[in-house]
């Protein structure tokens, strides 16, 4: 035990020594950006300045497009053969997995995310998307006997990526690798909160074998590098990971300039819904507290509404309370940390503002609802439930990004899914039911991209990274994961010859 703590420390020590540059990564190489302002980035779980990056500037954005529609259009990456490129898309691959634990620690330096969070292995998409090369299909269409119709599927050109802080590794590889794998160059913009480990991805691509211009990084403010990209004439299709309100942005910059296609994935305000027959409430228990804790809250799937049938309200909340009381908050940096800082001053403060509005709502505190380890500088605020939440209770119809779970009751199964399609999202939702025809109607019924019913305790991987989601309402637009969501960033092309 010792050995693993000491080379952990080692590691830390390591690449806390190392700077990462974050400045423009483009046509192969860092370059200064032509910004002239500057961002502070501060280190979570201290509130100490960590790193300066620029703000970027359209001159960084223009450069980068230009540099992947060169990339594009001379064919260096969308022309080579699929064996070649799945050869490249391996080793990138590989890289990732060899440097998966330096990247978890520049994660939980820029953001938070403790580096003992279990997750997806980011490496995982990459491969899953490189065996996919050559599995993408087209059609040919029954004829007459002069035509010959067949359509097959061609790379979009330059796609724009913006990612989120939650997840900075995974998210920029959830965009990279379905783009890269067709065909498509890429210009990505990673948050300003969490740069550092998308910046060491660009790096590690070139060693890998990606040709220069095939993956530009632009860092900065998303109200100036996300929004010139997103504008950029020369950008075939945007993929973006954020809130709902940046996502219609996104839709509206691409109407103002080249309708291009746009991806968006949005908020989220997804519910548990338990119903009586349910007898392991400790299974439900953990399920709907790792939900709401993972990441502090801070992901688009959590379960932060608890939708519970009346009869088994209380024990369940007090199951749920006893977990949330649980958590090892601290140093995201220590391998025993479970719940670490909110990702800077402005989300802490936002959340805690939610918690003062479900107060005033008239809602019961049970637990949390203060910002703890002030002592250390950090960003943190303790895992709070509210229960006797009204419907429509701010805390129950928007997103909070945090560690806030709000308990919602209900007698029938109706009720239980007027309750569940109450809000204007719809990406996740999880029922709780032995019942056959009870998890059925359901799941037919609620307006979700993903619906999971679970009759026991969840054990299995599923099908593993392999499957797709398409939100539904204020959630977002478009196809994620999986071969269909390979298949977006690709364009339906119709070949027609006539031959006499």
């Not at 989601?469 to 364009?491: D, K």
Request: aromatic share 6%; with cysteine.
């Amino acid at each position: 035990m010792m050995k693993g703590k000491t080379m952990h420390d080692n590691r830390v020590a390591s690449i806390n020594r190392q700077t990462v540059d974050v400045v423009p990564f483009i046509d192969g190489k860092s370059v200064h950006s032509a910004s002239k302002e500057t961002i502070e980035v501060f280190n979570p779980a201290t509130g100490k300045r960590s790193m300066t990056i620029p703000a970027g500037c359209d001159t960084d954005v223009d450069r980068a497009v230009a540099s992947a529609r060169g990339a594009f259009d001379d064919g260096r990456w969308s022309e080579l053969p699929p064996s070649q490129k799945k050869g490249i898309l391996s080793k990138f691959a590989d890289l990732i997995e060899q440097e998966a634990g330096q990247l978890d620690i520049l994660d939980a330096i820029d953001m938070g995310k403790p580096v003992g969070l279990p997750g997806f292995n980011a490496s995982d998409f990459i491969r899953f998307c490189a065996n996919a090369i050559d599995k993408v299909l087209g059609d040919v269409y029954t004829s007459d006997t002069t035509t010959f119709v067949a359509q097959h599927r061609v790379p979009r050109g330059v796609v724009g990526a913006v990612t989120p802080w939650n997840f900075p590794t995974v998210n920029a590889v959830m965009k990279l690798a379905p783009a890269l794998a067709t065909g498509n160059c890429v210009v990505l913009k990673p948050s300003e909160c969490s740069s550092q480990s998308a910046m060491r991805l660009a790096h590690l691509a070139i060693e890998a074998g990606l040709p220069p211009g095939t993956f530009n990084v632009v860092p900065g403010r998303g109200e100036i590098v996300g929004r010139a990209l997103a504008l950029h004439r020369d950008v075939d299709m945007i993929t973006f990971t954020g809130s709902t309100s940046v996502g219609k942005q996104m839709l509206q910059y691409a109407g103002q300039s080249n309708m291009k296609l746009v991806h968006a994935e949005c908020g989220g305000k997804s519910p548990h819904i338990v119903f009586a027959d349910f007898t392991d409430l400790d299974a439900v228990a953990d399920g709907v507290a790792q939900s709401i804790l993972h990441n502090q809250g801070q992901i688009c799937v959590a379960g932060s509404r608890l939708l519970v049938q009346a009869a088994i309200e209380k024990p369940l909340v007090e199951k749920v309370t006893e977990r949330m009381q649980q958590i090892v908050a601290g140093d995201p940096l220590d391998p025993k940390t479970t719940f670490g800082p909110l990702v800077n001053r402005r989300q802490m403060e936002r959340v805690l503002d939610y918690i003062s509005s479900g107060k005033q709502s008239g809602a019961t505190l049970v637990t949390g609802g203060r910002r703890m380890r002030e002592e250390s500088g950090g960003f943190f605020v303790e895992p709070t439930l509210f229960s006797n939440v009204a419907p429509d209770a701010k805390i129950a119809q928007e997103e909070i990004f945090g560690p806030v779970l709000s308990v919602i009751s209900f007698n029938s199964i109706d009720e239980a899914i007027q309750l569940a399609n109450s809000t204007a999202y719809g990406l996740a939702a999880y029922v709780w039911t032995t019942d056959l025809a009870t998890g059925m109607k359901v799941s037919k019924q609620i307006r979700a991209g993903t619906v999971c019913v679970r009759a026991v305790k969840p054990s299995g991987e599923g099908p593993g990274i392999a499957f797709s989601q398409e939100p539904v309402g204020q959630s977002g637009v478009g196809v994620e994961n999986g071969m269909a969501g390979m298949e977006a960033y690709l364009r339906r092309q119709v070949v027609w010859f006539d031959h006499g």
